[in-house]
Nanobody
Framework: QVQLVESGGGLVQARGSLRLSCAASGSIFSIKTMGWYRQAPGKQRELVATITSGGSTNYGDSVKGRFTISRDNAKNTVYLQMNSLKPQDTAVYYC???????????????WGQGTQVTVSS
């Protein structure tokens, strides 16, 4: 099994910044894509950003130019730097990893518990 520990969420004012981190541990042979998703009350979960093992990134349209995703492969950790935050960014942010537990195993998605980010106006 794989465990994800998220941290960095909290309350911040509009135009402020926040950095989230997510560390994966457990039975890990390799990690493919890591990413962040968010879900606001009454809305569907949406893509924030993803990053592949090779460093290729993809961002949701609403966060392009403001958020930056990065990863530290040695630490099995993914980060999300959030700048110029807006009240619309308020949501629970979830970390996701695509993990191979062994060389022969298919990749399996694991989700973190979620961390609350609240942006006040």
């Amino acid at each position: 099994q794989v465990q994800l520990v998220e941290s960095g969420g909290g309350l911040v004012q509009a135009r402020g910044s926040l950095r989230l981190s997510c560390a994966a541990s457990g039975s890990i042979f390799s990690i493919k894509t890591m990413g962040w998703y968010r879900q606001a009350p009454g809305k569907q979960r949406e893509l924030v950003a993803t990053i592949t093992s090779g460093g290729s990134t993809n961002y949701g349209d609403s966060v392009k130019g403001r958020f930056t995703i990065s990863r530290d492969n040695a630490k099995n950790t993914v980060y999300l730097q959030m700048n110029s935050l807006k009240p619309q960014d308020t949501a629970v942010y979830y970390c996701k990893t695509e993990v191979h537990s062994s060389w022969w195993a298919p990749a399996i998605d694991y989700w973190g518990q979620g961390t609350q980010v609240t942006v006040s106006s």
